[in-house]
């Protein structure tokens, strides 16, 4: 057993703190974006983001299978996956592997890779991503199939961890894109790239806040506390959801903090 499961007790202490309620509330968060009608999106387009797993021994399994099921029934179209899977082994992804398989979007999954991933073993988490249809996005982009193919998925590498490369990922992209990150810092990187909507996680709200969600403590980097929860308004680039997450890192407790699955409905907006 290693340091960091020793000092979580193997998983029994994540147990303890699901069975008394301390993992939180699992809650879907629902948000709309309306996308200008020269873009030419032809439908509405449902996006669902999940974030922060931390699979391992500081997260009870038992919000994975709560979260594929509402995944199963939503049924977005296209599922995003923003990073940190585990807490401390490579191989503690496989316990949602198999969850991850079951969930079969029309149009696609994607992800990309946070900071525990990097610290842990990245080749094999992608690959067992891989395993479960997911396609990992690391400096590139993505288009979704027909008739979604002027949506481009823009995926960075963890922003200080990693070695994030905006302009690989966004070049040769479509009209419509959608920016994925692990972290909000990933916002300092951008330069003059624009997105429709963006994705990050990597904060979990503090994970322990006060009751209005002021975190108690924030994750690393210079935006957590700025981008901690919630969608914000970047100017002059497109709105920014930064999702709770799903499972706890380092300390298997939740306050004010609730577990997170994110539906996203890019519209066309109407001419006028």
């Known amino acids: 057993m290693g340091a960091c499961e020793a000092t979580l007790l193997g998983g029994w202490v994540a147990r303890w703190s699901y069975h008394l309620g301390l993992h939180g509330k699992f809650g879907v968060t629902t948000q709309e974006i309306q996308v200008p009608p020269e873009k030419g999106l032809p439908a509405p387009l449902v996006v669902a983001f999940a974030s922060d797993f931390h699979a391992g021994p500081s997260t009870h399994p038992a919000l994975f299978t709560t979260l594929i099921d509402e995944l199963i029934a939503r049924g977005p179209d296209v599922i995003l996956l923003g990073g940190d899977y ?6 503690d992804i496989d316990a949602i592997v198999d969850g991850l398989s079951t ?6 999954k994607f992800a990309v890779l946070g900071n525990h991933d990097l610290w842990s073993d990245d080749e094999y988490i992608s690959r067992r991503l891989n395993d479960a249809g997911v396609e990992i996005l690391i400096n590139r982009s993505a288009s979704l199939p027909p008739p979604f193919d002027c949506v481009s998925i823009c995926g960075i590498d963890d922003p200080w961890t990693g070695s994030a490369d905006v302009a690989k990922a966004f070049a040769n992209t479509n009209s419509v894109r959608i920016f994925l990150t692990h972290s909000p810092d990933g916002l300092l990187l951008l330069k003059e790239e624009q997105f429709d909507v963006g994705f990050a996680g990597h904060t979990h709200g503090g994970q322990i806040a006060r009751r209005d969600g002021t975190s108690i403590v924030s994750a ?3 935006l957590s506390r700025i ?3 919630g969608r914000f308004e970047v100017p002059g680039r497109g709105p920014l959801i930064v999702s709770l997450g799903v499972g706890c890192s380092s300390i298997p407790v939740r306050i004010n903090a609730d577990p997170e699955l994110v539906i996203c409905t ?3 907006a109407t001419p006028s």
Request: charged share 20%; glycine share 20%; proline share 19%.
């Open 86 to 91: 585990v807490s401390c082994k490579a191989s």
């Open 227 to 229: 981008y901690g929860r």
């Open 103 to 108: 969930c079969k979007p029309p149009l696609g």
């Open 220 to 222: 690393g980097g210079p």
């Open 266 to 268: 890019l519209r066309p």
